[in-house]
Nanobody, 119 residues
Framework: QVQLVESGGGLVQAGGSLRLSCAAS????????MAWYRQAPGKQRESVAE????????NYADSVKGRFTISRDNAKNTVYLQMNSLKSEDTAVYYC????????????WGQGTQVTVSS
């Protein structure tokens, strides 16, 4: 069973930066992709960025391209989300997710970390 624990959220002014971390444990070698999702109050959860654990290939939502960078450190079983030029609309709970090899569902989720951007 894969466990995911996020950290690094907080309160930041618009234009500032934050780095989120997601530490994975248990069944690491079954993970194919990891991702960051977010959910703002009253809105549906949306994908922010994803990364393939082996190749490091990435995909981003249009709303964060050029501002956010997803990366991974396989030696530490950790995925990061560097968020720069933050906007008030980036305020949300950010969740880390993992997908197993050979599946299409994001089966594993962290508990979430709050990011609040003040304008």
């Amino acid at each position: 069973q894969v466990q995911l624990v996020e950290s690094g959220g907080g309160l930041v002014q618009a234009g500032g930066s934050l780095r989120l971390s997601c530490a994975a444990s248990g069944g690491i070698f079954t993970i194919y992709k990891m991702a960051w999702y977010r959910q703002a109050p009253g809105k549906q959860r949306e994908s922010v960025a994803e990364i393939t654990r082996g190749t490091g290939s990435t995909n981003y939502a249009d709303s964060v391209k050029g501002r956010f960078t997803i990366s991974r450190d396989n030696a530490k079983n950790t995925v990061y989300l560097q968020m720069n030029s933050l906007k008030s609309e980036d305020t949300a709970v950010y969740y880390c997710a993992a997908r197993r090899t050979g599946t299409t569902a994001w089966a594993y989720w962290g508990q979430g970390t709050q990011v609040t951007v003040s304008s």
